[in-house]
């Protein structure tokens, strides 16, 4: 699976429209939780990979490449960290986390 970028065909756009382009690459496996985890401060690949709890290294690594050039993450000495944009989007995603608490009691209710 090739790094999602604009203008590309991505998952659920031909013509690799820019929203759906981003939501291809926060919907692959541990993309967003890279992020939340990013969000508590730098660290390296194995402070990460406990973070993460389950993990696998090599799922970790290309995920770490993905979001480096998607410009999000950047590597730095003290290992890996959020970009202004990573620490962008984490603000504007974090309201969705008090939306879907609420979602999530609908469920409750099912029950």
């Known amino acids: ?3 999602p970028k604009p203008g590309r065909p991505v998952r659920g756009s031909k ?3 820019h929203l759906m382009a981003l939501f291809d690459l926060l919907g692959r496996s541990w993309s967003m939780g890279i992020i939340w985890r ?3 401060g730098s660290c390296t ?3 990460l990979q406990d973070r993460c709890e389950s993990i696998s290294p090599t799922t970790l690594n290309k995920r770490l490449k993905e979001l ?3 410009f999000l993450i950047e ?3 003290d290992g890996y960290t959020l970009t202004d944009k990573g620490r962008e989007i984490f ?3 974090k309201p969705l986390e008090s939306w879907a608490k609420d979602w999530a009691k609908k469920f409750e209710a099912d029950e």
Request: aromatic share 4%; no cysteine; proline share 0%.
């Open 38 to 40: 990013l969000q508590e």
């Open 75 to 77: 590597r730095t000495v």
């Open 15 to 17: 013509s690799g429209n």
């Open 68 to 70: 480096t050039q998607s």
């Open 1 to 3: 699976m090739s790094l």
């Open 45 to 47: 690949f194995r402070v």
């Open 91 to 93: 603000q504007l995603l």
